[in-house]
């Protein structure tokens, strides 16, 4: 499934992202000034709209689509 900008909001996208990195979602909060609360809300409307049941999924799923785009520009 492609990420199309109406897909994830761009809120969603940098919280996913940072899973890549492998951060707890106190680590992702802390990093981005946000409240846990937020980054879990974040989270769980990312894995909703992309069908991931949990944050490994989201993250293979962020890294197909970051790889997918970065292969289209070439």
């Known amino acids: 499934m492609p990420l199309h900008q109406n897909e994830l909001t761009p809120a969603e996208i940098r919280v996913s992202t940072l899973l890549l990195d492998g951060l707890t979602n106190r680590a992702i909060a802390q990093r981005l000034v946000i409240s846990i609360r937020t980054v879990e809300c974040h989270l769980s409307r990312a894995m909703a709209k992309t ?20 292969q289209a520009a070439r």
């Open 51 to 70: 069908g991931c049941l949990n944050r490994l999924e989201l993250a293979l799923w962020i890294q197909q689509q970051t790889m997918g785009t970065r």
